[in-house]
């Protein structure tokens, strides 16, 4: 994590020590080799997040591994000289504020809040949400946004009278005050305006949420253009909203053919106005709209070829003397680096991975190959490093989500550990990954275990037609829905996959809906997931034939399962059902569980220790298979 101060003047890092705490670094940009600590966190209360609340003082988002809820994040300021730390929420859901009759002693705030926003006036606040549960469901029902001083920690409401139901996602003008609300209510997204200076909300979309019009709110471009991302010709685009008229433009602002646009704003908060979009294609790039940024741009690509650069501004793009730059590759993990605008140097301030080597890496690229429909499947392949040509071992790896885009061209840890060991590893973003417009995201609606699976053996087929994978030696992996992916795989295709690692994996649709640990709402139980999955009444009989558990004695081939004790997103009764059903005709079950791990792995030694495991069952099962 690093980021700039918001006049340019300083870089906040968050360094790992060798002994796993991290610290807080700031570096004066004029100096950037040296820096100073301005605090450190312990192992078991890492920092996830890191923001500029002035050019003076800093807020610290920091994350509990005991705790799993949403709420549980503690939130602190500090000065940059290491001064004047104060604590602003609790994560501990046993804290509460002390009060003397009306008076409040200890005004930390309790673990309903959330770190939202920062303000760009030079204040000392921040935004933060306070979370709203309606005692039923195990997500918060909606949430109210208020403005908190992080030195006296005073908090007023940010948004005065009432709001829509259900709010959750807000949108902020140039001056910080909250103009747009989001809201999912009843399987509708919904969106919500309000003039300046009014208190009231007017309604301005309501679309079916999922559903083939998309109308998604994304940021301002001064007082009254709000940039959305909606429908265009089948994919999802970048278009200008006047909210005076109330009416798209008819033509785009960006538009990429063959992607949904996914990019985030690079704005000037001097100016209010937009200056570019970061973006992802293929690859990821930068479009600019302000002509100097275009330029820097062009110099720093100049100065790191082969590489995504990133370039980031800090609160005013004309006006910092120098540019913050994320710059990796397939095969280059991120480094951070300075840019001087007059002198036009780059100056490193660190790597994500600083042992890594990137001559070792494997090369990521993009293809589509078409499935047995026909349908055009995008995928990304991580080929071994080294010359060595013809097939190899080769892993099907499969995304989580599974409505959402898998692969990006990027350093991707997984797949650079299956490639250093000798496997290709394919990735497809199988129908219903998001990413590939509508007609794609749709066609995998209620195809769990259907056609969202063929996709998956359609890929193997494919690299095995390419000359590039061992048909004798291909495996399948993956977490969450790529755990279910995983099981249904060797199950649907015994002859093609030898063997699966699934780890976090959903074992039986039905339980989804009904198990009692789950974090899944009412909201996503009702609507979502019966348009994206299948109902459970009506769809009953195809859900129960795409259960892996009502199909476990069917797996004869090696697989290694693991879980987190403390799952509330697939919790671990999907794991040790799976396992006592599979173990009863296959004594090729290794059952691995992680008592204090949760929907994925955030301990070091459990991330080692799964991908020894990992490592063992690969190379036992398929690299060395006959």
């Known amino acids: 994590m690093v980021h700039l101060s918001p006049k340019g003047g300083a870089v906040a890092l968050v360094m790992q020590e060798p002994d796993g705490r991290q610290t807080l670094v700031v570096r004066d940009s004029a100096t950037p080799a040296q820096g100073h600590v301005v605090t450190t966190a312990s192992k078991e209360e890492p920092i996830i997040a890191v923001h500029w609340i002035n050019e003076q003082r800093i807020g610290l988002t920091v994350k509990n591994r005991q705790f799993e809820f949403e709420s549980n994040y503690d939130e602190f300021a500090v000065d940059r000289n290491g001064e004047h730390f104060t ?95 989001t809201s999912l ?254 007609d794609h995201y749709h066609a995998g609606w209620k195809q769990w275990g259907l056609a969202m699976q063929d996709d998956l053996a359609d890929a193997a087929q494919w690299a095995i037609k390419q000359g590039w994978a061992d048909p004798k030696r291909v495996g399948i992996m993956g977490a969450s829905y790529g755990g279910y992916a995983t099981l249904m795989g060797l199950i649907e295709q015994p002859t093609l996959f030898r063997a699966g690692v699934e780890w976090a994996g959903v074992t039986d649709i039905g339980l989804m809906f009904t198990v009692a640990r789950s974090d899944a709402n009412r909201e996503n139980r009702n609507y979502s997931m019966r348009t994206l999955i299948g109902d459970p009444e009506q769809d009953a009989a195809q859900l129960a034939r795409t259960s892996p558990l009502q199909r476990a004695a069917e797996l004869k ?20 059902r799976f396992r006592d059903a599979a173990q009863r005709g296959n004594r090729n079950v290794t059952y691995l569980v992680y008592p204090d791990e949760r929907h994925g792995w955030s301990h070091d030694d459990t991330n080692i220790d799964f991908w020894r495991q990992v490592d063992t069952f690969l190379d036992r099962n398929l690299k060395s298979a006959e």
């Open 87 to 181: 604590h602003l929420i609790a994560g501990s859901l046993g804290h509460e504020q002390e009060k003397l009759g009306q008076i409040v002693k200890n005004k930390t705030l309790t673990s309903d809040y959330l770190y939202y926003a920062a303000t760009h006036d030079g204040s000392d606040d921040i935004l933060v949400a306070q979370l709203v549960w309606n005692h039923v469901d195990p997500a918060p029902q909606h949430n109210r946004l208020y403005r908190l001083n992080t030195r006296t920690r005073e908090l007023r409401p940010a948004v005065e009278g009432t709001q829509p139901a259900s709010s959750s996602h807000w949108v902020m003008d140039g001056s910080d005050t909250p103009r747009i609300v």
């Open 185 to 438: 209510v009843q399987g509708h997204c919904m969106t919500h305006y309000r003039q300046p200076g009014s208190d009231s909300w007017t309604e301005i979309a309501n679309t079916p949420c999922p559903g083939a019009t998309r109308w998604q709110p994304l940021f301002f471009d001064g007082a009254d253009t709000l940039y959305v991302r909606a429908s265009y010709q089948g994919y999802e685009a970048l278009f200008r909203y006047n909210l005076q008229t109330r009416t798209l433009d008819k033509e785009p602002v960006l538009a990429i053919p063959g992607f949904d646009f996914d990019g985030h704003a690079e704005l000037d908060w001097e100016t209010k106005r937009l200056a570019g979009v970061h973006l992802q294609a293929d690859a990821g790039t930068t479009v600019w709209f302000d002509p100097a940024m275009q330029a820097a741009q062009a110099k720093i690509n100049a100065a790191l070829p082969g590489a995504i650069n990133q370039v980031h501004c800090a609160q005013g793009c004309a006006s910092t003397p120098v540019l913050l730059v994320e710059s990796g590759s397939d095969r280059k993990p991120t480094s951070y680096l300075l840019y001087n605008r007059a002198s036009g140097t780059l100056v490193s301030l660190g790597n994500a991975h600083p042992d890594i080597d990137p001559k070792q890496m494997g090369l990521r690229d993009f293809h589509r190959y078409a499935a047995r429909d026909g349908r055009q499947i995008p995928v990304y392949v991580t080929t071994p490093p080294g010359k060595a040509s013809g097939p190899r071992p080769a892993v099907v790896l499969v995304h989580g989500g599974p409505y959402l885009r898998g692969g990006y061209w990027n350093w991707n840890a997984e797949a650079q550990f299956l490639a250093s060991r000798g496997y290709l590893v394919i990735e497809p973003d199988f129908r219903g990954s998001a990413g590939y417009g509508y």
């Open 557 to 576: 081939q090696p697989l290694l399962m693991a879980h987190g004790g403390q799952d509330r997103r697939v919790p671990i009764e999907h794991a040790s």
